[in-house]
């Protein structure tokens, strides 16, 4: 099992930035696929972007390409995720969330095991 821990969320306003780093407990971090989901007030959970085990390979919706870039740091088992050009439509909460990959290219799951409390963002207009 590994725990995941989401930290640098905030307010900020449009057009700001942030970057959001999750924390991983265990040594074979390297071993899952990652990615950062969010869920606004009223909304479903939402995938925002996914990375393969090494980070050689990302899956970026177009809803935030050009904006959110995600990269990983396996040697200090932390994801980050850095959010630019915000807008309040970016307002959530944002979770990490992981998978045991299955490939070197995996980059998203059918579903997550492990989870992080969220953290929390807003953006104001």
């Known amino acids: 099992q590994v725990q995941l821990v989401e930290s640098g969320g905030g307010l900020v306003q449009a057009g700001g930035s942030l970057r959001l780093s999750c924390a991983a407990s265990?040594?074979?971090?390297?071993?899952?696929?990652m990615a950062w989901l969010r869920q606004a007030p009223g909304k479903e959970r939402e995938f925002v972007v996914g990375?393969?085990?090494?980070?050689?390979?990302?899956y970026l919706p177009d809803s935030v390409k050009g904006r959110f870039t995600i990269s990983r740091d396996n040697a200090k088992n932390t994801l980050y995720l850095q959010m630019n050009g915000l807008t309040p439509e970016d307002t959530a909460v944002y979770y990490c969330?992981?998978?045991?990959?299955?490939?070197?290219?995996?980059?998203?799951?059918?579903?997550?095991?492990?989870w992080g409390q969220g953290t929390q963002v807003t953006v104001s207009a």
């Open positions: 969330a992981a998978c045991p990959a299955l490939s070197a290219t995996q980059a998203t799951c059918p579903a997550y095991a492990y």
């Open positions: 265990r040594r074979t971090f390297s071993s899952y696929a």
């Open positions: 990375i393969s085990r090494s980070g050689g390979n990302i």
